[in-house]
């Protein structure tokens, strides 16, 4: 099949690729012509592993290609996935669709035959109605329907996750749309994935639902860390002891500084404000948000506790900047409220990412970026793990005491036993799991 793919971010290039090596013939169409130069050269915008080699396969097989000009690609393809971004809206923290509104506007311009006009972005209940209308308006004589197709994929397993979804979920009363898309999907179909066939808002709404539970998933067990701390039990094993319920799972249930990321922050208040203009709100979701947001600065002053109660003049190195390991994306990590908070206080800000450094650099000022983890360890105060990449899984504790001021170490996603740290004489301080002194 001849796909469109509008919009060539984490999921239009992710998608693109995946498709194209299905064996269908992708056009990833992007606006920023930077974007598209570097794709064109062979050139990954994003780190997320395995994509180069996947994209360099396919644009060799001549199955994958880039423009930045979307009117020969629409008018060829039978697919048109919109994948754009649908960041929070300044002001009230509604969905911005004005890059998905703008993308079917351009898209009904260039409709030619029959097409499946797909929207792949993360879109409030009734943007497909809306989709369906600007098109129509625009051009009533197009053959078209329209269809949600939401996107589930993780970053840092993106590719994974394309090509093994726990679901597929198709929105469409259309038959020959679903035909259409099961055909586009047949690979996956045969590997025994899953297609839910939904109505068009039920496939937009299902899309919120499931980011909102995770969030409250993660959410529920950071406030139970809290309250480990308090009466002095241990997260891990409470999230172990429930998670082995089959009916509650284990997955999310990791206590951390908080939820970030380019999804979950912006799409629970989203969510919360569909629910408060259908004047069916979301209760739970809003504690969720609000308790997360709350969590984030809370991780400065523990920190500062973990100083001995103040961070003035103290020197902290950070390990980790991106919102998880295996991306380079800062959208909504949680150490950028960390790293603010501990500059609030007085605290000098060293840091280390094995792949985020450029994206923190223009996202955070003041802050001095090491070239390693030792380096960034060099004098510091105290050593806070944000991110659990790989890399800091196996710290050579020896060489960390020599290079520290002080042998302290705040671990915000408990990669390590209290005891294996203390064993090596440094304070050490996790989330909801007693602290030891050295
Ligand atoms: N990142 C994720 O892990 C993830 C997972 C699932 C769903 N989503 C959803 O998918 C959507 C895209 O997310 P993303 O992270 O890929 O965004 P992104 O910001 O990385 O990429 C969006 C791209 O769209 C381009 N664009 C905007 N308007 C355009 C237009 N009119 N024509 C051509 N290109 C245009 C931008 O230049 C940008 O490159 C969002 O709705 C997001 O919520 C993201």
């Not at 013939?25 to 062979?42: M, N, S, Y």
């Not at 989709?131 to 329907?145: K, L, T």
């Not at 039920?202 to 993660?218: G, Q, R, S, V």
Request: hydrophobic share 45%; proline share 5%.
């Amino acid at each position: 099949m001849r796909v469109a793919m509008i919009g060539t971010g984490y999921v239009g290039l992710v998608s693109g690729a995946c498709f194209a090596d299905f064996g269908h013939h992708v056009t990833c169409v992007d606006q920023d012509a930077g974007k598209i130069a570097a794709l064109q050269r062979g050139e990954i915008p994003i780190f997320e592993p395995g994509l180069e080699d996947l994209v360099a396969a396919n644009v060799r097989a001549g199955r994958l290609n880039f423009t930045t000009e979307l009117k020969t690609p629409v008018a060829k393809a039978e697919m048109v996935f919109i994948a754009v971004g649908t960041p929070s809206r300044r002001g009230d923290g509604h969905a911005d669709l004005t890059f998905v509104y703008a993308a079917a506007r351009e898209i009904a311009t260039a409709l030619d035959g029959f097409t499946v006009v797909v929207t792949k972005s993360t879109v409030p209940v009734g943007t497909g109605d809306e989709v369906e209308r600007i098109i129509r308006a625009a051009r009533p004589d197009a053959e078209f329907a329209t269809v949600s197709n939401p996107e589930f994929l993780r970053e840092g397993a993106a590719i994974r996750d394309f090509k093994h979804p726990d679901r597929i979920v198709v929105g469409s009363d259309a038959p020959r749309a679903r035909e259409m898309m099961a055909a586009l999907y047949r690979p996956l179909y045969l590997n025994a994935a899953p297609i839910l066939y939904t109505d068009r808002r039920t496939a937009e709404l299902i899309k919120y639902a499931a980011n909102a539970f995770l969030a409250t998933k993660i959410t529920f067990i950071n406030e139970i860390a809290d309250l480990c701390e308090q009466v002095g039990a241990d997260v891990q094993q409470v999230a172990r002891g429930i998670g082995l319920d089959n009916r509650i799972g284990g997955k999310f249930l990791h206590a951390g500084p908080g939820f970030g990321g380019s999804c979950f922050p912006k799409d629970t208040v989203a969510l919360i404000k569909t629910a408060q203009d259908h004047a069916a709100p979301l209760r739970i979701v809003e504690a969720v948000a609000a308790v997360n947001d709350a969590r984030k600065r809370a991780m400065a002053r523990k920190v500062a506790t973990a100083l001995g109660g103040s961070a003035r003049g103290k020197t902290v190195a950070v390990l980790g900047l991106t919102f998880k390991p295996n991306t380079d994306d800062m959208r909504e990590a949680p150490s950028i409220p960390l790293i603010l908070a501990l500059h609030d206080m007085g605290a000098k800000v060293r840091a280390y990412d094995p792949a985020g450094m450029e994206q923190a650099k223009q996202v955070l000022a003041g802050v001095t970026y090491c070239d390693s983890l030792y380096a960034c360890a060099e004098r510091a105060d105290a050593l806070v793990i944000v991110t659990e990449w790989e890399e800091f899984r196996a710290l050579d504790f020896p060489r960390l005491k020599t290079a520290m001021a002080r042998p302290i170490i705040v671990d915000l996603r408990n990669v390590y036993q209290p005891d294996e740290v203390a064993k090596h004489g440094f304070a050490y301080v996790g989330v909801g799991r007693p602290a030891t002194a050295t």
